[in-house]
């Protein structure tokens, strides 16, 4: 039975997920990766990237790696390649998660990769068998062999559903009645229309105003940051949240607006469609995570998915507004179904008594392209 701390270095020789509630022992080796850097620093690495800024979305890249470990234990409590696999997916992230995806050529899959080889000369994993199982080129639990919900998303969906309160059913309840079905997990009609609402409700989070203003502003800073030299992408590649925002805000050419950010996000406004102009940060979400469960061997068909994806490229700008009025527009008009995108809806959102950052509005246009947007698996 696991103590009454539930910790993240398996120091009782177990791992107990809180939202699942699976009880997992651990093997020696994950318990040294546990231990390892590269898997400990997911720990200071926000799962929601940006939105961490402004929502209660708060917990971190390692919880949803052990979280991982803890379906594939549930699953498949012998394959211990894939619980390795489990752990180790998504150790090359940038911080802030997706949010920071493409920035300096960087890409975490190509970084975990490398990560995953050097993991292995102190631990005793097969590194190729784990990079196959992770690119899908090894048939796995993992990896769902027709398509369809795999346990990574499954996490996701549950455990970003859990810190915004739109889960209905008890996670760990609904665990109980899941089939996993080669690599696909399977659900009776009720629990898949369940499943289904929480991959839709993900989505349109990742198309609000509360997630694409952080992401929208802070990929600019960071590659105004990495245009002027404060980071390299090495530096980049090995932060942590905490040691990005250092950079952010110290350096001259982004601490205005990085102490605007952190500050006052309700500050800057948000336009659904193209817009440019002095000050303008730009950003587009090219894709939306949506893989639908199976409802009793069948697959799931639900017109909002259909509409979310039709929406693709969902374009928006941002904009510091620091004398934005106490009677603004709040958070109504937005769109995050995907119609109406090129309406233009300006957003501000609450009140706004004073300006701590006068000098905070951005001198030039900035491209914010991601492909996708602040994912969250």
């Known amino acids: 039975m696991h103590d009454d701390a539930v910790d993240t270095l398996g120091h009782d020789g177990v791992w107990f997920d809180p939202l ?41 890249r390692l919880e949803h790696s052990l979280g991982v470990l803890a379906l594939v234990a549930h699953f498949a409590p012998d394959d211990h390649d894939a619980r390795t696999t489990a752990l180790l997916h998504d150790v090359g992230h940038l911080p802030f998660s997706h949010t920071l995806e493409g920035i300096a050529g960087l890409e975490h899959h190509t970084l975990g990769r490398a990560a995953v080889r050097s993991l292995a000369a102190d631990h005793p994993i ?17 990896t769902p062999s027709h398509g369809g919900l795999k346990l990574d998303h499954l996490d996701s969906f549950l455990r970003s559903g859990q810190a915004h309160g ?37 989505a349109r989070a990742q198309r609000s105003t509360a997630n694409l203003v952080p992401v929208t502003v802070l990929r600019a800073l960071v590659s105004r940051a990495v245009t002027d030299g404060a980071l390299d992408d090495t530096g980049l590649a090995a932060a942590t949240d905490d040691e990005l925002w250092a950079v ?72 510091y507004d620091a004398d934005a009025g106490t009677t603004g ?6 769109n995050t179904t995907g119609t109406g995108t090129g309406t233009g809806t300006v957003v501000a959102n609450a009140t706004i008594t004073h300006a701590d950052a006068t000098n905070a509005s951005a001198t030039d246009s900035t491209d914010a392209t991601m492909d996708p947007c602040a994912r969250t698996s």
């Open 20 to 60: 699942w509630r699976v009880e997992v022992a651990l093997t020696p080796t994950e318990r040294g990766l546990l231990s390892s850097w590269p898997l400990r620093r997911l720990a200071f690495v926000a799962h929601a990237g940006a939105a961490s800024i402004t929502t209660t979305q708060a917990y971190s």
């Open 248 to 319: 952010l805000a110290t350096h001259p050419s982004t601490a205005s607006e990085a102490l605007a950010l952190r500050r006052h996000p309700e500050r800057w406004r948000l336009r659904v469609g193209r817009t440019s102009g002095v000050g303008v940060y730009r950003h587009v979400v090219r894709r939306s995570y949506l893989d639908l469960p199976t409802a009793d061997g069948r697959p799931v068909h639900d017109p909002r998915v259909d509409e979310l994806q039709a929406s693709l490229p969902y374009e928006v700008a941002v904009r």
């Open 126 to 142: 097969d590194a190729e068998r784990v990079v196959a199982i992770d690119d899908g080129r090894v048939t796995s639990v993992l």
């Open 329 to 334: 527009t709040g958070m109504t008009g937005t």
């Open 166 to 202: 739109r889960t209905t059913t008890p996670p760990h309840e609904l665990l109980r009645r899941l089939r996993l079905v080669d690599g696909a997990v399977d659900a009776d009609p009720d629990d898949a229309a369940e499943l289904v609402d929480l991959a839709v409700r993900e």
